[in-house]
Each structure stands twice: as C-alpha cells, then as structure tokens.
Nanobody, 126 residues
Framework: QVQVVESGGGKVQAGGSLRLSCAAS????????MGWFRQAPGKEREFVAA?????????DYADSVKGRFTISRDNAKNTVYLQMNSLKPEDTAVYYC??????????????????WGQGTQVTVSS
C-alpha cells in the first residue's frame, strides 16, 4: 500500500507559477504510474498529467495544460512533481496526486488509480 501526500499549493496571480510535490511512503513507489488530477467546485475530477513508473520522457498531459505544466518524478526520493507555469484562473482547483494504474493505457481514468492524497488547493486570481 502506498500513501501519498501533496504539498505546494497556494494562491498566485494569473501568469504565475507553482510547483506541487507528492511524497509517497510505504509500498514500492517506483513500480507505480503516477498521476495528477484536479477538481474545481461543482465540476468532476479531471485528469491533468501522468508519468510512467520508469519516469523519463513517458508522460501525458490534458490538452488544457499542455505546454504549461510539467510532470516529473524522482524515484530515489519517492516524489512526483507538477511544475505549473503560466497559470490561469481556470486552473483553480484542488489538485490530487494518485498512484496508479497497472496499465499505462488507463492513465487518464481516475477510477484506475488505487491510492490518493488528500489534495492541495491552488487558487489563481485574475
């Protein structure tokens, strides 16, 4: 079983940047595909980004964040990061880190992720 804890959320003006971190404990972190999801008030939870268990260049992004967000992982530190640049008010949401699907092909499906953090709030003002 993997436990994940997010940090790094906060308030920022449009155009600013934040870096979210997701620290994992227990289990074998390096075996899991990892994902970031977000949920805005009154909306469904949506996929943001995912990174393959092997790390490196195997990543995927929602169209809405492509070119602005970067996901990375450090398996030695059991940590996943989400660097968010050029933030927009519509990025405002609670961001969740999740440990994940056995199959990379399921990376965008929240129901495929087994372990979730408690979430961290990101607020972008215009």
């Amino acid at each position: 079983q993997v436990q994940v804890v997010e940090s790094g959320g906060g308030k920022v003006q449009a155009g600013g940047s934040l870096r979210l971190s997701c620290a994992a404990s227990r289990g074998t972190f390096s075996r899991y595909n990892m994902g970031w999801f977000r949920q805005a008030p009154g909306k469904e939870r949506e996929f943001v980004a995912a990174i393959h268990w092997s790390g490196g260049s195997i990543t995927d992004y929602a169209d809405s964040v492509k070119g602005r967000f970067t996901i990375s992982r450090d398996n030695a530190k059991n940590t996943v990061y989400l660097q968010m640049n050029s933030l927009k008010p519509e990025d405002t949401a609670v961001y969740y880190c999740a440990a994940g699907p056995a199959a990379w092909g399921q990376r965008t499906a929240s129901y495929e992720y087994r372990y979730w953090g408690q979430g961290t709030q990101v607020t972008v003002s215009s």
